[in-house]
């Protein structure tokens, strides 16, 4: 099996229910590891696409279904193989991701469930659509470094 590298850059929004207070409390602990949000957090940034389910929320792919184990996410956030197990049970006990195993070996698909990244898409027009806004793709400037080509000199004869 090849190593996933999976490398964190959270530039994504998050939705503001994972802000209530009785999503991180954990039976029989005083509380959760940071952990627990990074993970959430790194599932969403890697979220690749998103399709609209029956009741208008988003779920969005992680990878594109490609399999990702415990212990790349374990090794992506420096942490043990068992603190990813169990933040990712306790995530999917509260609904905020859905994971099917793909094989003992390979791991699971994630899904991020109720997902709000934002996706860019490019028209044929070659403008782009960001959060909703159009921007239109216009030529650059030419460099000044550019070679012109030279004009015919007639009186070097």
């Known amino acids: 099996m090849a190593k996933l590298s999976i490398i964190p850059e959270y530039n994504t929004s998050v939705p503001n229910t994972i802000y209530a207070p009785s999503l991180w409390h954990h039976e029989g602990r005083k509380g959760i590891s940071a952990h627990y949000v990074l993970i959430y957090l790194l599932l969403i940034d890697k979220v690749t696409e998103a399709h609209d389910n029956d009741d208008g929320t988003k779920t969005g792919v992680v990878l594109g279904s490609t399999p990702v184990s415990f212990k790349d996410i374990a090794t992506a956030l420096g942490c043990s193989y068992s603190t990813v197990q169990r933040a990712t049970a306790h995530l999917v006990k509260v609904g905020l991701i859905r994971r099917h195993e793909v094989s003992k070996t390979d791991g699971y698909r994630w899904e991020v469930l109720n997902c709000r990244k934002e996706f860019k898409t490019i028209s044929d027009d070659g403008s782009v659509t960001?959060?909703?806004?159009?921007?239109?793709?216009?030529?650059?400037?030419?460099?000044?470094?550019?070679?012109?080509?030279?004009e015919d000199d007639d009186d070097l004869v």
């Open 130 to 150: 960001i959060r909703g806004k159009k921007v239109s793709r216009t030529k650059a400037p030419s460099s000044v470094n550019e070679t012109m080509p030279e």
